[in-house]
């Protein structure tokens, strides 16, 4: 076995030591030692070659040369090593080296070869091409030329196969440029057809640096097969395996990184793109509110007495801005207005009910209300306006046609209580969800860093710019227009509170009987989301990897869920979820997202629980919905089910009594059953995504419910939601097309997903995906517009003429 070139002092010769032998025979016994004696030329600049010396054998031998892996030997037809960069003192020097070689075999003769190695200094901006095998490692030196602080060394190769390793090292002897060594020092990526490190100068005080690269004797690092290796009974486990040519042919080129001017010009650029959206809300704000000023100038001077008969002038419906009340029609239903109305006021419209239902009745009988009531300990539990007599609660919610009135009865104290604990609970899980967060991928971040491991992260290395402790920071900041816009929102929905709380402190008819009942709780929640989206997402990408994908989607699951659960308030709001049971079941999600991303890999027991969950869970939500809520879940459940089932297809074929509820839900059905069907044939591996897809599939098909619904029911979309969904729509689009490009996937082995790695694509600074983080993070945004203002053309539309679906 060839043990390696060992010098006897310090200074050591740049050069390659090599021993070859035709038949594959071992070198001489550690007795035989080579002497080179070489007097140094003048130094006239950077040295630019090395020495190489070659080691031959020519006795005959049955044992081959071989160089010990970890588990196994492998045998050898050359072995070479590069000499380290010698420390020179002057200009002429003499430099002594040995070279100790060592066999099993007794007869051994063999021969030594010392030659330069030339470009064994890299230049900037020039590739250069070599080739490395197992047994015959490369490295090279480079020097930063002045005024450059930061370079990029990009190795390439066209065969994904063998594996090797990149690693980055300083100048210092002795180099390690073996299998089972070269982890020990700097940085280092395994490599199929592409590596990327970015090197600071900071980082090495010698102003140069080693790229070394090393080929491993088996794949399996790199996703490859581990190879099998049979014994006979004529071998024994210690028989060196015979690897054949395991040779891979590289292109290495060192380039310069960006400037510190460009961080600058592009934090400006991304800081300017989402204050922008803060200029524009605020000119719009403007806008609406000289509008507002206009109107109400107008209104007066219709209301004062004319000169001419001393009357007050009557305002038409359409100078308001909306369309007449009679108007307004429920289209999917045959002569559904009228019977509506009536149905609504022959079950309700007595003084007796204490609801305060509006019926038919002016909205002047409501002026004398007092004002907004403060927040006082008052409990949905111990205040309910339907649990005195339960039998109308009944009666009410199972009409066939249903108005936003029948289901916005409860005292607005308790609603707004109720809906409040969204934003308070999501803050609460916020702070114990981030903090530990952040403190792992700390911990992750120093980790590579001090073990020089870039194998732990899956980056996209080839347009990831360090910053401080931080390997990729143009990820973390591309994040940042989830935080400032989802900031944006929240200030958004306190100006809209507080305008809607001063219209109910002034008795505005308008605020207290009509419209879409106003709840700014999930509202809040929703911002907050948004913003712990950003937080969370710059998590994951300081250090992305399978095991903290989960920080990246947590918060997308919720966003999905209090989407959904906004729409469904908007025409349900005594009905609709608590927070507590909401967050209850977003919290089983993302358990069942954390099991799947751990055991979820092809595990067929898995995704057979999980599918039949999924569907149960399909099946109880749309009873909950079709049923709006009166029905039980208990022993006679079975019994119940049979009785309906017999009662309406066998004893009398009749069709649903709620046909648009049940297109919905049998379209969702549908939906559901087929992606549980999907991921019960297909395992898909990236099990976060297919569970964010279920929840982003449920809330689509809900919104287009629900536009469709709004269109057939008469009512009208006004210019501000439309320009949002027309916009949106097209920013979600563009969006998707830069998530889809995959520039990385901790699905294969770190090595594999570097093959999907690219180049920046914007200002030289931002990637693929920080373009799907802007793009998505202004798309959420316009989505919570929509939701905001879609139900604007009710506000002055009574509430027992709005239309539940």
């Not at 066999?103 to 030594?112: K, P």
Request: proline share 5%; hydrophobic share 40%; with cysteine.
């Amino acid at each position: 076995m060839l043990a390696g070139c060992r010098p006897p002092g310090p200074p050591r010769w740049p050069g390659r030591c090599c021993g070859r032998s035709p038949r594959r025979q071992p070198c001489p016994s550690p007795s035989s030692a080579g002497r080179c004696r070489r007097r140094r030329p003048p130094s006239t600049g950077p040295t630019r070659t090395g020495w190489t010396a070659t080691c031959s054998t020519s006795t005959p031998s049955t044992t081959p040369c071989c160089a010990t892996g970890y588990q196994r030997k492998y045998a050898y037809q050359e072995v070479s090593r590069t000499l380290c960069q010698p420390q020179t003192k002057a200009e002429v020097e003499t430099q002594h080296f040995y070279v100790d070689v060592s066999t099993l075999s007794l007869n051994a003769s063999y021969q030594l070869r010392v030659t330069r190695v030339e470009n064994f200094v890299l230049r900037t901006n020039e590739a250069f091409s070599f080739n490395a095998t197992a047994s015959q490692p490369q490295y090279f030196k480079y020097e930063f030329p002045e005024g450059v602080d930061s370079v990029i060394v990009k190795v390439t190769s066209a065969m994904a196969f063998p594996c090797s390793v990149i690693s980055i090292q300083d100048i210092l002897c002795p180099v390690y440029d073996l299998d089972n060594n070269v982890a020990f020092i700097g940085m280092y990526q395994t490599m199929t057809k592409k590596a990327a490190i970015t090197v600071q100068k900071k980082d090495f005080p010698s102003n140069s640096f080693y790229v070394v690269v090393v080929v491993k004797t088996e794949d399996e690092a790199c996703g490859g097969p581990l190879p099998y290796y049979p014994l006979s009974k004529h071998t024994s486990p210690d028989e060196p395996v015979d690897q054949h040519n395991r040779q891979k042919m590289l292109e290495v080129m060192v380039s310069p990184a960006i400037t510190s001017e460009a961080y600058v010009s592009s934090m400006l650029f991304c800081l300017g793109i989402f204050l922008s959206f803060y200029v524009l809300t605020l000119l719009i704000a403007c806008w609406e509110s000289c509008r507002q000023q206009k109107r109400k100038g107008l209104l007066a001077a219709m209301d004062s007495p004319s000169l001419d008969t001393g009357h007050s002038r009557s305002i038409p419906d359409s100078f308001l801005g909306h369309v007449p009340y009679d108007t307004y029609g429920y289209g999917s239903f045959e002569n559904g207005s009228s019977g509506s109305t009536e149905a609504a006021s022959g079950s309700v419209g007595s003084a007796e009910v204490p609801y305060g239902y509006v019926g038919e009745r002016s909205l002047e009988n409501v002026a004398g209300r007092p004002r907004l009531d403060s927040l006082s300990s008052v409990e949905e539990d111990d205040y309910d306006t339907l649990a005195d007599i339960d039998y109308d609660k009944n009666v009410i919610r199972t009409k066939q046609y249903l108005c936003v009135a029948d289901l916005a009865r409860k005292d607005k104290r308790v609603l707004r209580k109720k809906y409040q604990i969204y934003f308070w609970n999501i803050a609460t899980i916020a702070v114990f969800y981030a903090l530990p967060v952040i403190q792992l991928v700390i911990t992750y971040q120093t980790v590579v860093n001090v073990t020089g491991n870039q194998d732990i992260c899956y980056y996209n290395f080839l347009c990831a710019h360090p910053l401080g402790n931080l390997s990729a920071f143009n990820n973390i900041l591309s994040n940042l227009g989830y935080v400032l816009l989802g900031l944006l929102f929240l200030l958004i929905i306190l100006q809209r509170e507080i305008n809607y709380n001063r219209a109910l402190m002034r008795n505005d008819t308008h605020a207290l009987e009509c419209g879409i009942p106003k709840h700014f709780g999930l509202f809040y929640a929703m911002g907050t989301a948004l913003m712990m989206e950003g937080l969370l997402s710059a998590c994951y990408h300081v250090c992305p990897n399978y095991t903290n994908f989960q920080f990246d989607t947590s918060f997308m699951y919720m966003i999905a869920g209090l989407c959904m659960l906004k729409l469904y308030q908007k025409r349900h709001p005594d009905i609709n979820a608590s927070a507590y049971s909401a967050y209850a079941c977003l919290a089983v999600v993302i358990f069942f997202s954390v099991v799947g991303v751990v055991f979820g890999k092809g595990n067929m027991a898995f995704w057979i629980v999980f599918s039949v969950i999924h569907i149960v869970a399909t099946l109880l939500l749309s009873t909950q919905l079709y049923y709006m809520g009166r029905w039980k879940l208990d022993s006679g459940i079975l019994r119940r089910i049979l009785h309906v089932l017999y009662t309406d297809c066998v004893r009398q074929c009749s069709g649903p009594m709620y046909v648009d509820r049940m297109v919905l839900l049998v379209m969702g059905n549908i939906i559901n059953w087929s992606l549980a069907a999907y991921g019960l044939i297909v395992h898909p591996n990236d099990f976060a995504s297919y569970l964010l897809a279920i929840g982003i599939c449920n809330l689509l098909l809900y919104f287009a419910f629900y536009i469709i619904m709004k269109l057939r029911s008469g009512e009208c979309i006004k210019l501000i939601p439309l320009l949002c969904i027309i916009g949106t729509s097209v920013v979600w689009g563009f969006a998707l097309f830069f998530f889809f490009q995959g520039l990385s996937t901790w699905q294969k082995t770190p090595a594999e997903s570097r093959e999907h790695n690219r180049d920046c694509i914007l200002l030289d600074f931002f990637d693929d995906h920080d373009i799907w983080h802007f793009l998505s993070s202004i798309a959420m945004f316009g989505s919570f517009l929509v939701l905001l203002t879609l139900d604007d053309d009710l506000d002055c539309v009574q509430r027992d003429k709005i239309y539940v679906f």
